[in-house]
């Protein structure tokens, strides 16, 4: 069984997403999710490290985004080589246990992603969770994209789906 959870080749999807950066904690670092008239969507921004900063990233809004017999995540992309972090998130708060999976586009062709859903980690606030339960796919609510790891400068992330499978 497979679902799509957002189909950037949409205009609107994309409308559901909004930056948190590490302006949060006192960061410059900026970002945002656009509709590219090309049809797909694009994560861009720049990453800074003054004033301890160092990530960028966009979470969708929450809604009913789960499918219980999933396995795997699906993301058709392509980027800029640098590497990125897809957040699943099971509660509906801003500041709740977030699933993450790191990956790296390879290339400037799209590319479909399948990051296995057991291999996503918890984390809270940038830190590992080592006794959280595992990803439960029927409760996911929000998704995320995120670039930190001092990856300093300017970034861009084409995207057209999200996808459960």
């Not at 080592?130 to 790891?149: E, F, N, S, T």
Request: proline share 5%; glycine share 10%.
């Amino acid at each position: 069984m497979r679902t799509t959870l957002f189909d950037f080749t949409d205009p609107s999807a994309a409308n559901a997403w909004q930056a948190i950066d590490d302006r949060v904690m006192g960061g410059i670092s900026r970002s945002k999710l656009r509709h590219d008239p090309a049809g797909h969507a694009v994560f861009e921004g720049t990453v800074s490290l003054e004033r301890n900063g160092g990530f960028a990233s966009v979470r969708s809004s929450p809604g009913e985004r789960g499918l219980a017999a999933a396995g795997t995540c699906l993301i058709e992309l392509r980027g800029d080589n640098k590497q990125f972090k897809l957040s699943l998130l099971t509660g509906d708060g801003f500041d709740s246990l977030n699933y993450q999976a790191s990956f790296a586009p390879k290339g400037t062709e799209w590319q479909t992603l399948q990051l296995l859903l057991a291999d996503f980690r918890a984390s809270f606030r940038g830190r590992e969770v080592p006794d959280a339960p595992p990803l439960d796919p029927a409760r996911i609510r929000q998704v995320g994209l995120m670039i930190a790891a001092r990856q300093a400068g300017a970034f861009a992330l084409d995207i057209r789906r999200i996808g459960l499978a």
